[in-house]
């Protein structure tokens, strides 16, 4: 296995969840429901991708989550577009 994908240790998933708190709640709320559906099965390669989306602002992040906009430039990486996915997948309703 890569290094890219090897699994987050927990401390190194609650490093980037607190490093990933936004000052817009909407942003919050999609940042929270990614780490509550894929906590466990982050890898390096995911943090990369989601570091990289934390660098934006609140509003450009939020243009990306909501499919205002696609990652242009240096935001333009495999990484990034997995976490993106990741982030705009819709979740099923509670039974």
Not at 10 to 33: A, K, T
Not at 63 to 89: C, N, S, T, W
Request: hydrophobic share 40%; proline share 5%; charged share 30%.
């Amino acid at each position: 296995m890569s290094a890219a994908h090897t699994l987050l240790e927990e401390r190194e998933r609650n490093l980037l969840r607190w490093r990933s708190r936004r000052g817009l709640v909407e942003n919050d709320l999609f940042i929270e429901q990614f780490f509550t559906t894929y906590g466990t099965q982050l890898t390096q390669r995911h943090a990369t991708g989601l570091s990289a989306l934390m660098e934006l602002g609140d509003n450009d992040l939020m243009d990306l989550f909501l499919r205002r906009k696609e990652p242009q430039g240096d935001l333009d990486i495999a990484e990034v577009h997995e976490v993106l996915a990741m982030v705009r997948k819709p979740v099923p309703p509670a039974p």
